[in-house]
């Protein structure tokens, strides 16, 4: 009860501060937008060259592309960490933070919530109407706690893969980071593993598991029988990498050496 009630004290605080700036959060409301729509454009001229991309069609190919900005939208939402070395280790602010009765990694990811992001989840669900309309899908009553299931899934892989680039300055503190970088490598989740070479869908599957965020559970919905199997190994993933998470997190605040010199 007292993570919850902190939680809902810092939304609070968030949402004063933001509203405080009206113009400023819209702009960053329809930036985001505009930036989905320019990958939704992409998506669209491709297909404009050809019929079928890996045996996917371009209904299909959006309608992943919008389950994936549901569990991308909550995780920018919630787990905005892409500055953590430079922000907490190399400027010390982890030493406010690890004074507090609180654990660590709870409070950077209420001082860094970006909810206006959230936005995202009501483009993504309306691409996916969109795309499983033109496809003719049918929705079960069991179909909604399904998506839900998946969501959540697909949010862990991405927050635990993150948290554990993150858990990497506390035994390298220099002022490098690889998080741009897999941000990039993360896109490559809402498309299809199935147009990669054999060796990047290994890895976007068991190392670097972006397409649980994305494709195999996307799969479930559009009938795809062969990737049913994992698509529900996509919860089960999630929690796998998000404990494994925070184990690691936990260790490298042992091995945090301080601000001081």
Known sequence: MFYFSM????????????????ADLLVEIFSDLLFQAVNLIFII???????????WSREEIIFIYGFFLVPYALFSAFFNI????????VKGELDRILTRPI???????????????????????GVMFYAGSKLGLTVSWYDPFVFVLFVVG???????????????SFWADARTSIMPMMYNIGNYGRYPVDIYNPVIRFILTWILPFAFVGVYPSAYFLGREEWYSYAFLTPLIGVVFFILSIFTWNEGVKKYRGAGN
Do not use: P
């Open 7 to 22: 939680f809902f004290q810092y939304v609070a605080q968030y949402m004063k501060t933001r509203l405080e700036y009206r």
């Open 154 to 168: 697909g949010v862990l892989v991405y927050g635990g893969i993150f948290i554990l680039l993150a858990c990497i």
């Open 45 to 55: 001229v491709v297909f404009g060259h050809t019929q079928f991309l890996g045996g």
């Open 82 to 89: 892409w500055d953590f070395n430079e922000r907490y280790i």
């Open 103 to 125: 654990h660590s990694l709870f409070q950077i990811i209420l001082e860094r919530m970006e909810l206006e992001s959230l936005f995202g989840v009501f483009t993504g669900v």
